[in-house]
């Protein structure tokens, strides 16, 4: 009775607005590495990594201690945006680590803790930078739930969540939104230089290089380019929203390094923390920053415990180690796939990824839910994708061991064999 009263609190107290809980039936007690606990202590291999936010794992010791050692000596973990030693800390490594390197100059923005905070403010910048109010979006984009994300967000559920109309918005196909097929970047650009196309000259376009809750569709490299080319010609600001696939999901640190441009915002958050603490930036260019002082703010945007344990995740990124080791894992992960995918032709639709970020896509979606459900019963997690859920998604953590991929992969294997059985 006992038992079956603290499950119950859930259903009794918590919103019906939850999911995973529903999707994973355990009670989920310590973490480490790529493994999550139960209460009864049965283990469960990691590739959903806090949707992204665990880029490091769970627990890892090097964050850790970093922490620990910083909350045992009574430091500050509250601050707005005050002056504070972690703060400094944290922006002196990302200048030196990240954008140094890079030769990126840009502004840094405390949001507020999530990755829509960051999306939200740099929708606001633009539009206040540029006096105009359209932003162009894309088929099949997430950005996040708050208002002004959700209007540049494709899925017709997350949106029709908000209850009042969404605007100020235009939305264009994503690269191969309809197949292997010519960009439609041709058709923005039309209508922008057409006084008749009905468009509102827009202040910004924002894009993910890759898509992960849109169902893992990866933006080709010269498709990025001439995007960005026209932003350039038609003054427009670009925005790439890296807040899942920054931080070296797919590779390098930004996504967006692999096809050489140079945003004028940028959106980071989810793994920044490194420890899944909740933190985001908006990086902007610096004849960008128009802000007058307090006009965009946040109670929660101070998190100086996220800043000790992000500052400690940059020591990972001195080098190339943990880079190339993502490129090298991805594609043991490709290949496992494709061969998941050669068995099973008639209801795998397509293969697609990056580093460490991939989505098998079912034809039938209610196969891919399937799969899910085969995989959580043999110990694995992930989380499925896209419009109708048709893509199981793998976000296995950047410090998986090879081992740890082969082991979840061989489940997923089953997994697929398993649900296939059950359809028939």
């Known amino acids: 009775m006992i038992e079956v009263l603290v499950m119950d609190v859930f259903e009794l107290l918590e ?70 030693v972690a703060k400094r800390r944290f922006y002196e490594a990302f200048q030196r680590i990240v954008l140094g390197p890079r030769k990126l100059q840009y502004k840094i923005q405390l949001p507020g803790p999530a990755g829509t905070n960051a999306v939200e403010a740099a929708l606001k910048l633009a539009r206040k930078y540029t006096g ?3 932003v162009v979006g894309f088929t099949n984009a997430f950005h996040g739930m708050s208002l002004g994300s959700l209007a540049v ?16 918005t235009v939305t264009m196909p994503y690269d191969n939104y309809l197949g292997r097929r010519p960009s439609h970047l041709p058709l923005l650009e039309r209508m922008l230089e057409d006084s008749g196309s ?5 202040a910004a376009v924002i894009v ?61 958050s989810k793994s920044l923390s490194g420890y899944g ?55 043991l992960v490709r290949e496992s796939l494709d061969r998941i995918a050669a068995g099973h032709r008639d209801v795998i639709a397509e293969i697609r990824g990056r580093g460490l970020v991939w989505g098998v896509a079912f034809a039938d979606p209610t196969l891919s839910a399937a799969v899910g459900e085969a995989a959580f019963e043999r110990g694995l997690l992930m989380e499925t994708s896209g419009p109708e859920g048709e893509v ?27 649900a296939c059985e059950r359809m028939r």
């Open 15 to 84: 919103s019906e607005v939850r999911s995973y809980s529903r999707n994973w039936p355990a009670v989920f007690d310590t973490a480490r590495g790529s493994r999550l606990y139960d209460e009864e202590g049965r283990a469960f291999l990691d590739f959903f990594a806090g949707a992204g936010a665990l880029n490091y794992g769970h627990n890892h010791p090097h964050l850790k201690n970093r922490l620990l050692r910083y909350l045992s000596a009574d430091s500050i973990v509250h601050s707005l945006d005050m002056r504070t």
């Open 132 to 134: 105009r109010q359209t």
């Open 153 to 168: 967000t494709g899925n017709a559920m997350k949106r029709g969540g908000a209850g009042v109309h969404l605007g100020h």
């Open 198 to 202: 009905g468009l509102d000259w827009p």
């Open 208 to 268: 993910e290089t890759l898509q992960g809750e849109g169902g893992v569709h990866v933006a080709g490299a010269q498709w990025l380019c001439d995007l960005a080319d026209l932003c350039k010609r038609h003054d427009l600001l670009l925005i790439v929203d890296d807040v899942q696939m920054g931080c070296g999901r797919t590779g390098p640190f930004f996504s967006f390094e692999t096809a050489g441009i140079v945003p004028d915002i940028v959106c980071l």
């Open 277 to 331: 603490l909740p933190m985001a930036l908006t990086l902007l260019r610096p004849e960008l920053d128009v802000w007058a002082p307090g006009e965009h703010n946040g109670t929660f945007r101070g998190a100086d415990p996220a800043f000790v344990t992000a500052a400690a995740a940059l020591d990972f990124w001195t080098g190339e180690g943990l880079e190339a080791q993502t490129r090298a894992k991805g594609e």
């Open 392 to 418: 199981v998604k793998l976000l296995p953590p950047l410090t998986s061991t090879a081992d740890e991929l082969a082991e979840g992969l061989e489940i997923l294997a089953d997994s697929v064999d398993a």
